[in-house]
């Protein structure tokens, strides 16, 4: 985690010292689900949340730029079980490292490695879940892989100099835990991303 951490500190200085370094914040909508990688008598849908954070946009060579990213994420979803309605919400650190090549005026595409830090989780519960199970539920939180590899892919759209509209689509490489339980599948994170970013410098 300091080694990344490291990385990205060191892409963010290396920008800030380039003349044509472009500095920025961005905020927007997270449509999250999961992939289950076990068999669960469940279905799951996706569920809404936000993302926030700071980015930096280093030019390489025409069209290429490298786009590093520190991202607050909102992920999780919603399930319908036997006994109930329940919910999800994982709060995570998102660093993606991305190449960014321009298409054409105002338009480019992003590619590239995302690593994610869960922070917290939060159950809810709703139809009579009680607190043995939801007890159960935060104790296979407990057993989450606190950090995760994904993979990154999406467009965005200039619609001025400073402003930009963005969609991505991220996947998990790797699942929340190994075992899964009963209540707790085994699963991977996607997450359909809208936004927008502002230049500040």
Not at 36 to 57: H, L, M, P, Q, R
Not at 105 to 120: K, W
């Amino acid at each position: 985690m300091k080694k990344i951490i490291f990385l990205v500190a060191s892409l963010f200085i290396a920008g800030a010292v380039n003349a044509q370094v472009k500095l920025g914040i961005k905020g927007g909508l997270d449509v999250s689900n999961i992939i289950k990688t076990n068999d669960d008598n469940f279905s799951t849908s996706y569920k809404a949340g936000f993302n926030a954070g700071v980015t930096v946009e280093i030019p390489i060579v025409s069209p290429l730029s490298i786009a590093p990213e520190i991202v607050f994420a909102q992920k999780g979803y919603k399930a319908k079980t036997s006994i109930g309605d329940f919910t999800q919400t994982t709060n995570f650190i998102d660093i993606p490292i991305l190449a960014k090549v321009k298409l054409a005026e105002g338009l480019n595409v992003v590619i590239g490695p995302q690593v994610s830090f869960l922070t917290s989780t939060t159950n809810t519960y709703t139809n009579g879940f009680s607190t043995t199970i939801q007890k159960q539920y935060n104790d296979d939180s407990d057993n989450f892989r606190k950090n995760l590899i994904a993979g990154v892919v999406g467009l965005s759209f200039d619609l001025s100099k400073s402003v930009d509209f963005h969609a991505r689509y991220a996947l998990d490489l790797q699942k929340n835990n190994e075992n899964g339980t009963s209540q707790t599948p085994q699963y991977r994170n996607q997450v359909f991303q809208f936004g927008l970013g502002f230049k500040i410098y």
